[in-house]
């Protein structure tokens, strides 16, 4: 059974940091692509990062140079490393295995998603 846990959110003053983890079950990341999305209230979900399964990273333009996606094969877990956080940020964040051992960008190919993880950035 596929399953993607996400764990680490919280609350995080402004300019904080935080480090999510998604774990990933029932499939490896040696032949699937991992993205990270975000959904606050009353908006549209998010594409945020993406890392394809031979490591090559993708990013949103809204956190481009202040998160950082790394897959540990190992452990078969996704993290994202969230830096300088805004209050903006705050969201729903969910990972999510896209059926492509590259990220493609193209939201149906997602297949499997995550509970999510709440992230909470005061002002």
């Known amino acids: 059974e596929v399953q993607l846990v996400e764990s680490g959110g919280g609350l995080v003053q402004a300019g904080g940091s935080l480090r999510l983890a998604c774990a990933a079950s029932?499939?490896?990341?040696?032949?699937?692509?991992v993205g990270w999305f975000r959904q606050a209230p009353g908006k549209e979900r998010e594409g945020i990062s993406c890392?394809?399964?031979?490591?090559?990273?993708y990013y949103a333009d809204s956190v481009m140079g202040r998160f950082t996606i790394s897959s540990d094969h190992a452990e078969n877990t996704v993290y994202l490393q969230m830096s300088s956080l805004k209050p903006e940020d705050t969201a729903v964040y969910y990972c999510?295995?896209?059926?492509?051992?590259?990220?493609?960008?193209?939201?149906?190919?997602?297949?499997?998603w995550g509970q999510g993880t709440q992230v909470t950035v005061s002002s």
């Open positions: 999510a295995r896209e059926d492509s051992h590259v990220c493609t960008g193209y939201a149906p190919n997602y297949d499997y």
């Open positions: 029932g499939f490896t990341l040696d032949y699937y692509a």
């Open positions: 890392v394809s399964s031979d490591g090559s990273k």
